[in-house]
């Protein structure tokens, strides 16, 4: 199996490592391609100021160091130039940023915020602040909005890679907030399932969770998984690194999980033609 990772976040973003650093770890690796996603920039677009997204100052900087890699790994290894851009409701969308005006090979899009100020997956004391200020202590409410800011940023379209589906599980762990075998979460999964399937696009798994220790599997979950290979879904995977050691980090376990899941391919991105990604899909 061939390994790649398209989702990376070097210190221009909440990362650590230079585009370098990254670069020669996947090449010693023996990584066919490398793509770097820092997290877009909101200040401008959502008026929102935090220290891990992307600044806007830094946003051609980042874009001229990645080509530069490009150029130096030519022959060696494959480099992308990407962003992860959240969804905000009424704030920003991927389709605030068009692959061709910003010269970008890929989007990502992840769903971070579920209020336009507040993250599902901050730290532990901040999601049970997040679950009790603006959802009174219910879980599932919770979970349904972050599923419902999901569906709105797949309908709105303007990225390639859905990252971390299901990363609302993050500060959950034994089901504490809310339960994911009650129907009500499995019917929220079947019907993300059936969305993203309708949308063509390409998922992740993504093992991020694992690199940093606060998960016990990937995102997606096995059920998920289960229910997007029924339906035919691509997925790649992805590291989420957010050190150039994480490269690589838990990938035989998600080739294991997706064979288990029903999977027997994977995908690897190829570029950009005429305004649209190509892919290849490769054996497990």
Not at 60 to 76: F, I, L, N, P, S
Not at 85 to 101: H, M, N
Not at 161 to 190: C, M, P, Q
């Amino acid at each position: 199996m061939s390994y790649s990772c398209l989702h990376t976040h070097t210190s221009f973003c909440d990362g650590s490592g230079t585009v370098e650093d990254f670069c020669a770890v996947a090449y010693k690796k023996r990584f066919v391609s490398l793509g770097f996603s820092a997290h877009a920039p909101v200040t401008k677009k959502a008026g929102l100021k935090t220290d891990w997204h992307l600044s806007d100052e830094c946003f051609d900087e980042y874009c001229m160091t990645v080509r530069a890699a490009q150029d130096r790994w030519h022959g060696k290894l494959d480099i992308y130039l990407g962003l992860e851009v959240d969804y905000i409701d009424s704030l920003i969308s991927a389709a605030d940023f068009d692959c061709g005006e910003f010269g970008l090979d890929y989007l990502i899009g992840s769903v971070h915020y579920i209020t336009p100020s507040r993250c599902v997956d901050d730290s532990p004391d901040q999601f049970e602040k997040l679950l009790n200020e603006d959802f009174g202590g219910d879980g599932m409410a919770l979970a349904d909005r972050y599923w419902d800011c999901m569906e709105r940023m797949i309908s709105k379209g303007g990225f390639d890679i859905i990252a971390h589906a299901d990363i609302v599980k993050k500060n959950n762990k034994g089901d504490r907030w809310f339960s994911t075998t009650d129907d009500r979460y499995i019917k929220r999964l079947e019907r993300i399932a059936c969305v993203i399937a309708e949308s063509g696009l390409v998922t992740e798994l993504n093992t991020g969770g694992l690199n940093r220790g606060v998960t016990v599997e990937p995102y997606p979950s096995p059920h998920l998984l289960r229910l997007l290979q029924k339906k035919g879904v691509p997925v790649m995977i992805n590291a989420d690194a957010h050190k150039p050691e994480h490269l690589g980090g838990f990938y035989d376990e998600a080739r294991r999980l997706l064979l288990e899941t029903g999977f027997t391919r994977h995908s690897l991105f190829q570029g950009r033609l005429d305004g649209r990604p190509v892919w290849k899909t490769e054996a497990l």
